[in-house]
């Protein structure tokens, strides 16, 4: 299912025939972001759903600035989100490449990419919680501020400081409506929890998007890519062995997924210098071969 039912609902299209069209003008760099943050969008592997969500509010947006400019009635663009899914999934990869996107066609400014969590919002006394907020609004102004494991805020009961710190939030999304974005991102069960804390929160991040857990053949692929981008190559018989390592820990891939696989890989380039460095005579092949005995099991 795409966005556009999100997007629409609640608001009324505004019109108003004395406003003069801002004329939105692309330049070479901006052209040049652009072209880059789309392929490396689509370089991504698998995520198909999520990419065709973000493609979609590429292309609403750019739609948006260029109906303004022809003075059509148009929608507000809205674009606070929710990502949940596990870690290793995704999902500040995607914001960061949202960011470039959103910057290119000049709906954001900066397009960059603050990242937070809890212990840099929640304070230790009583104001300290909105400043902390506040700052790091500040920073995000003009691009995305992304909070990780935002579930957390929630927690602590009513005496926590987590709940000024959601409070400060929404307060801020409406004194700077249009100046940043703020995603929201954790595990999907406890963004649900987390959401039905506050009546009023989710309708205010129209967009919602689930990032999968990575199949078996997409963590090898990212394995691959990963060695191909370091100028390594894998061998046959460690990429079995690490789909043996993969298929062993499948059932607790909700802590790892692409981040479980960069741990083995980075490990494996370690033991491979160990090993490298023993012999007599090294060749270029040594040098960006990694064979089995270099990937541990443990």
């Known amino acids: 299912m795409g966005i556009w039912p999100v997007f629409f609902e609640g608001y009324k299209i505004e019109k108003k025939s004395e406003d003069k069209p801002k004329e939105v003008t692309t330049t070479v760099n901006d052209k040049k972001l652009q072209e880059e943050a789309l392929k490396e969008l689509n370089s991504l592997i698998g995520l198909n759903k999520v990419k065709e969500i973000i493609q979609e509010i590429y292309a609403f947006s750019q739609l948006q600035i260029k109906r303004k400019k022809e003075g059509l009635a148009t929608e507000p663009i809205v674009l606070h989100m929710i990502f949940k899914g596990n870690p290793g999934t995704g999902k500040t990869t995607v914001a960061r490449i949202l960011?470039?996107?959103?910057?290119?066609?000049?709906v954001l400014e900066k397009g960059h990419v603050v990242e937070v969590e809890r212990?840099?919002?929640?304070?230790?006394?009583?104001?300290?919680?909105?400043?902390?907020?506040?700052?790091?609004?500040?920073?995000?102004?003009?691009?995305?501020?992304?909070?990780d494991e935002a579930y957390s805020l929630a927690r602590g009961g009513e005496k926590d400081f987590g709940k000024e710190a959601i409070d400060t939030l929404v307060k801020e999304m409406e004194d700077n409506r249009n100046k940043f974005i703020l995603i929201l991102a954790g595990y999907r069960h406890e963004m649900e929890y987390f959401l039905n804390t506050n009546p009023g929160l989710r309708s205010r991040f129209p967009i919602q998007i689930d990032f999968p857990d990575y199949t078996l053949d997409e963590l090898l692929q990212i394995a691959e890519v990963m060695v191909k981008n370091r100028q390594y190559k894998l061998t046959e018989s460690a990429k079995r062995k690490l789909m043996k390592i993969l298929i062993r820990d499948d059932n607790s891939r909700e802590i790892g997924n692409a981040r479980l696989v960069r741990n083995i890989i980075e490990r494996a380039i370690?033991?491979?210098?160990?090993?490298?460095?023993?012999?007599?005579?090294?060749?270029?092949e040594d040098l960006i071969t990694i064979d089995s005995i270099d990937i541990r099991e443990d």
């Open 270 to 284: 370690r033991k491979q210098a160990v090993r490298v460095l023993n012999k007599i005579n090294i060749t270029k």
């Open 119 to 147: 212990a840099d919002l929640v304070g230790e006394y009583i104001g300290h919680t909105a400043h902390r907020v506040r700052e790091n609004v500040k920073k995000a102004l003009g691009g995305i501020l992304f909070v």
């Open 99 to 106: 960011g470039k996107l959103l910057k290119s066609i000049g």
